[in-house]
């Protein structure tokens, strides 16, 4: 037995190092830079010629007192912000979002671009919407994975230029607050069967309780529903960036989460939260879900937004600062 021990002792190390460089996690970085990136006829198109659907949704009246850049999360695309949207635009507030790469109808559905490319589309995009609103404020608006995608971008040495933001339940479970199998699997996954989709299906996770729009999320054919483990790895390494630079984060910013949100754990949250700067503004809701925006009690953290983007200093009229 000692000689098994011992060849194992040898060998194990080997077979796991060979399983681990057999096959790396894919990730579709951008092409070369061709052109200055620009907005125009509904379309984003990034510097690398990449083209990004858009859509807006601009106050009725043509009164507009802010706007708000947003970025959807996981797998979803611009269409999440459709209801919260227009909830905004009667109040002045106009509102615009992209299809971020590998999702919705951008290029190359289903591939993790990177976070760099991620950030830097970010960064255009804003320059763009501020040419065409000079004189507003200019919000970055994050939800889950957008979330993490706008801090990392905002605490960056060449942030884009928002006036503020605001963090939807951000996804910050960075590998620090995972469980270590979890860990693990992750690692000799994406190493090993990289294009292999998941469905998540099984795990009874609820992610809103607006079942009718969980529904039409299920008929809708650009929300994607299998997932390739190496994208699940490239989000892992976002929020693994995004929770250790929170703390980097100067900019006025209002974070959102939900008491019943099972997609991102209050551990790595409430980990984010005391890294942050202590004037963050904090809005914590007792029946919210992961899709806070879209929850059947979503026009309670639309109107604390509201209320945040028009008067920074008043309290909020729904969220708590704490539990």
Same mark, same amino acid.
């Given at each position: 037995?000692?000689?098994?021990?011992? $060849?194992?002792?040898?060998?194990?190390?080997?077979?796991?190092?060979?399983?681990?460089?057999?096959?790396?996690?894919?990730?579709?970085?951008?092409?070369?830079?061709?052109?200055?990136?620009?907005?125009?006829?509904?379309?984003?198109?990034?510097?690398?010629? =990449?083209?990004?659907?858009?859509?807006?949704?601009?106050?009725?009246?043509?009164?507009?007192?802010?706007?708000?850049?947003? *970025?959807?999360?996981?797998?979803?695309?611009?269409?999440?912000?459709?209801?919260?949207?227009?909830?905004?635009?009667?109040?002045?507030?106009?509102?615009? =979002?992209?299809?971020? +790469?590998?999702?919705?109808?951008?290029?190359?559905?289903? *591939?993790?671009?990177?976070?760099?490319?991620?950030?830097?589309?970010?960064?255009?995009?804003?320059?763009?919407?501020?040419?065409?609103?000079?004189?507003?404020? $200019?919000?970055?608006?994050?939800?889950?994975?957008?979330?993490?995608?706008?801090?990392?971008?905002?605490?960056?040495?060449?942030?884009?230029? =928002?006036?503020?933001?605001?963090?939807?339940?951000?996804?910050?479970?960075?590998?620090?607050?995972?469980?270590?199998?979890?860990?693990?699997?992750?690692?000799?996954?994406?190493?090993?069967?990289?294009?292999?989709?998941?469905?998540?299906?099984?795990?009874?996770?609820?992610?809103?309780?607006?079942?009718?729009? +969980? +529904?039409?999320?299920?008929?809708?054919?650009?929300?994607?529903?299998?997932?390739?483990?190496?994208?699940?790895?490239? *989000?892992?390494? $976002?929020?693994?960036?995004?929770?250790? +630079? =929170?703390?980097?984060?100067?900019?006025?910013?209002?974070?959102?989460?939900?008491?019943?949100?099972?997609?991102?754990?209050?551990?790595?949250?409430?980990?984010? *939260?005391?890294?942050?700067?202590?004037?963050?503004?904090?809005?914590?809701?007792?029946?919210?879900?992961?899709?806070?925006?879209?929850?059947?009690?979503?026009?309670?953290?639309?109107?604390?937004?509201?209320?945040?983007?028009?008067?920074?200093?008043?309290?909020?009229?729904?969220?708590?600062?704490?539990?």
């Amino acid at each position: 037995m000692s000689r098994i021990h011992t $060849l194992l002792k040898i060998f194990l190390p080997i077979v796991v190092l060979f399983i681990l460089s057999s096959c790396a996690p894919r990730v579709n970085h951008p092409g070369k830079l061709v052109a200055v990136p620009k907005l125009e006829n509904g379309l984003y198109v990034a510097g690398d010629g =990449a083209v990004l659907p858009v859509r807006s949704w601009l106050p009725k009246d043509g009164r507009i007192t802010a706007v708000i850049v947003a *970025l959807h999360g996981f797998n979803d695309y611009s269409n999440a912000f459709t209801a919260p949207g227009s909830y905004l635009n009667r109040y002045g507030i106009a509102c615009y =979002a992209y299809d971020q +790469r590998g999702f919705g109808s951008a290029p190359d559905r289903g *591939l993790w671009a990177g976070v760099g490319a991620y950030t830097t589309d970010l960064a255009g995009f804003v320059t763009e919407v501020r040419k065409l609103h000079p004189a507003v404020p $200019l919000y970055v608006l994050g939800e889950s994975m957008g979330g993490a995608v706008t801090i990392v971008a905002m605490s960056g040495n060449n942030p884009p230029a =928002a006036d503020g933001v605001i963090l939807v339940a951000p996804a910050v479970w960075g590998r620090d607050t995972m469980p270590w199998y979890q860990r693990w699997l992750l690692a000799v996954t994406s190493h090993t069967v990289p294009w292999l989709k998941l469905t998540g299906k099984g795990l009874r996770v609820i992610p809103s309780d607006n079942i009718e729009m +969980r +529904r039409a999320l299920g008929r809708d054919p650009l929300f994607i529903k299998a997932t390739r483990i190496d994208s699940m790895y490239g *989000l892992t390494n $976002l929020m693994d960036e995004a929770l250790s +630079r =929170a703390g980097k984060l100067h900019f006025p910013t209002l974070v959102q989460y939900g008491r019943h949100d099972q997609v991102i754990p209050m551990e790595p949250t409430f980990m984010m *939260l005391d890294k942050m700067p202590a004037a963050t503004r904090r809005a914590f809701y007792e029946q919210g879900y992961h899709m806070l925006l879209r929850d059947l009690q979503g026009d309670k953290p639309l109107a604390d937004i509201v209320s945040w983007v028009t008067e920074r200093n008043r309290p909020l009229p729904y969220g708590i600062d704490q539990w």
